[in-house]
């Protein structure tokens, strides 16, 4: 009876620790991270991914998937979204949900494995410029090289990623004959070993990597990546600087502080707060912008010149130092430069006479005698007096005008020293005489 106890009392305790202490598979203790590449790849997307990345390390994530779909986009941005793929610890997978091109192909290649939905494509990784002319050779070469490293370190053949960038590859079986860049479909990327296989849903590839038990986890851009993805586009970087650079001369023509100055702070401002968030500049290039506007602000009170040319220099140098791309930010500012100096033209020729701000910086008013500016006294009273040339006059020369001397010119030709003179103009130090026998013989 003693034994039957015990035994009852040990089997309770052990279906109650049983109960009390959780039982799972392990793909229920798994959990795989969901993040989407989409639209066009450029620094604020990285900032995105970098979050991602670093999130998934810190729950010990199984995988991260990232659904890619986008045309491709920034060749330095696309390079250290490679660099962060290939250098964390958790797997890492590329779903090409519609197309994976340019630099969308780079940033698959760096995954450690792709998939593929039908009618997906992948490839066509040719490097341009922004005007659409392909880039210099030192760019290609770089590029090439960086496609090629990309397929070797994830066990694909390189020829196939250089055929994506370069037309010089001939692979007329799959469709891209020389000068013709390769781009595969889902078929043909699992094919050539390009794609682990062909899904038609998230759930279809869930499934196939044994992750259909796991806790799927999706990252959403925030609002503030998503605005500073918008603001670091190259494209858009112009346009706020231009902005920017606009409002604040438009604000020189406006009384007080208008739309327009409010304007051109919100672009710049705006730009500053974008390339922050991507991680591209830091609240010192915030502090020297501010310095730089007011430094150009008590230009207008301090003489010599040296707080304007500084707070410019300031106001570059956090342009510049806010970009990781020099060449295209410098673009960008020549080209804002560009619509100021037009904008300020057009103001000064049409609005300048009436605007408050250019009355005080620009000389309107010209010295004439109709508006009673003369340089000297004017000697009106001298006029019709009589005297004697005491030098000749060839025309200028000395008269006594009334035991005065006065240096004078005469009316036109020459008057021999001592004749006769009569004063006919004053016009400030300019006076004006006639020799008097001329004067009796018009008479």
């Known amino acids: 009876m003693t034994a039957r106890r015990v035994i009852a009392v040990f089997s309770f305790l052990l279906a109650f620790v049983l109960m009390a202490v959780p039982f799972q598979g392990n793909a229920d203790n798994e959990i795989v991270y969901i993040a989407p590449i989409e639209e066009t790849v450029e620094k604020g997307l990285y900032a995105f991914l970098s979050r991602a990345v670093h999130t998934a390390e810190e729950e010990n994530a199984s995988a991260i998937i990232f659904e890619v779909n986008t045309p491709g986009g920034a060749v330095d941005a696309a390079g250290e979204i490679g ?97 013709k860049l390769l781009t595969l479909t889902a078929e043909q990327a699992e094919e050539v070993g390009y794609s682990e296989g062909t899904v038609n849903s998230r759930a279809e590839l869930l499934e196939k990597l044994g992750y259909e038990n796991a806790e799927i986890r999706t990252i959403d851009e925030s609002f503030a990546e998503k605005l500073a993805r918008f603001i670091t586009n190259p494209l858009v970087v112009p346009i706020l600087l231009s902005i920017g650079s606009l409002g604040l001369v438009l604000e020189l023509y406006s009384p007080g502080f208008g739309i327009p100055g409010f304007m051109g702070l919100s672009a710049l401002l705006l730009f500053f707060y974008g390339h922050m968030v991507a991680g591209l500049a830091g609240y ?55 619509v100021s100096v037009l904008a300020s033209i057009l103001m000064i020729k049409v609005f300048g006479k009436k605007m408050k701000f250019f009355k005080k910086i620009i000389l309107t008013d010209s010295t004439n005698t109709e508006k009673g500016y003369i340089s000297n006294k004017s000697r009106l009273e001298l006029i019709g007096q009589e005297g004697y040339a005491l030098t000749a006059l060839r025309p200028a020369g000395t008269v006594v005008l009334k035991d005065e001397r006065i240096d004078v010119v005469s009316e036109g030709g020459y008057i021999a020293k001592g004749a006769k003179v009569k004063v006919v103009k004053a016009e400030g130090s300019r006076i004006v005489v006639r020799e008097i026998s001329n004067l009796d013989l018009d008479k």
């Open 83 to 179: 660099k962060l793929l290939t250098t964390t610890n958790v797997k890492t997978i590329s779903f090409v949900n519609k197309q994976a091109l340019s630099a969308g192909a780079y940033i698959s290649l760096n995954t450690d494995e792709i998939y593929m939905v039908p009618g997906s494509t992948m490839g066509s990784a040719a490097i341009i410029d922004q005007q659409g002319n392909t880039a210099g050779k030192k760019a290609e070469s770089y590029w090439f090289a960086a496609m090629k490293s990309a397929a070797t370190q994830t066990g694909r053949d390189p020829i196939y990623a250089l055929a994506m960038a370069d037309e010089s590859v001939d692979l007329p079986e799959l469709g891209a004959p020389k000068g």
């Open 284 to 338: 010192e290039t915030l502090i020297l912008f501010v310095i730089g506007i007011g430094l150009i602000i008590a230009e207008f009170f301090l003489p010599g010149g040296i707080a304007g040319i500084a707070g410019i220099a300031s106001i570059l140098g956090s342009l510049f130092l806010a970009t990781d791309n020099v060449v295209h930010m410098g673009i960008s500012i020549l080209i804002a430069i560009g």
